[in-house]
T-cell receptor, first 112, second 113 residues
């Protein structure tokens, strides 16, 4: 079965600085998709960024970018110019043919 | 569009009681799913559906039943509630392919005493 591991339960960053959240996964599938979701205290799940496994180019969405290393099965999220509103739980997720697996999450604190 | 709606927002049950968590979406999405979120464990897939009349088990299906009679609705039934089912439950929907963004409902916090 596919597994997703987030090894950093908590991270903190100074406002305007850059932070990287780590994620690794395990799969035997060749075609899959990877996602980062943000969950603020409101509990609402919000898609931050997605990556198709067949694309070598790393996805970017404004201040959010990923470092996707397919051979290493690594999918880290970089947040640049961190803002107070970025404070939240961040979940890495894997989706294969139909199954979707989430990591345990990383709680990000942003210090003013 | 209301998106994905879930009712109730909060529920307290006694062990052995049954109940149904409601989920509805108005985006004509084929794929719908139920997750539970427990502290330190992220979200775990309970059941999912790829269309009306089609359901399948996820990672943690025991103790839960689902059915999908319409595209819009995907209720989750707890047959005989147990304290281990205390959790926050999320319903999500998306278009039919794995690359599609899943849209999540606001969640239901369930406590089983």
């Amino acid at each position: 079965a596919q597994t997703v591991t987030q090894s950093q339960p908590e991270m903190s960053v100074q406002e305007a600085e850059t932070v990287t959240l780590s994620c690794t996964y395990d799969t035997s599938e060749s075609d899959y998709y990877l996602f980062w979701y943000k969950q603020p205290p409101s509990r609402q799940m919000i898609l931050v960024i997605r990556q198709e496994a067949y694309k070598q180019q790393n996805a970017t969405e404004n201040r959010f970018s990923v470092n996707f290393q397919k051979a290493a099965k690594s999918f880290s999220l970089k947040i640049s110019d961190s803002q107070l509103g970025d404070a939240a739980m961040y979940f890495c997720a894997y989706r294969g043919s139909n199954d979707m697996r989430f990591g345990a999450g990383t709680r990000l604190t942003v210090k003013p | 569009n209301a998106g994905v709606t879930q009712t109730p927002k909060f529920q307290v049950l006694k062990t052995g009681q049954s109940m149904t968590l409601q989920c509805a979406q108005d985006m004509n999405h084929e794929y719908m799913s139920w997750y539970r979120q427990d502290p330190g464990m992220g979200l775990r897939l309970i059941h999912y559906s790829v269309g009306a009349g089609i359901t399948d088990q996820g990672e943690v299906p025991n103790g839960y039943n689902v059915s999908r009679s319409t595209t819009e609705d995907f209720p989750l039934r707890l047959l005989s509630a147990a304290p281990s089912q205390t959790s926050v439950y999320f319903c999500a929907s998306s278009l039919g392919t794995p690359r599609d963004e899943q849209f999540f409902g606001p969640g239901t916090r369930l406590t089983v005493l």
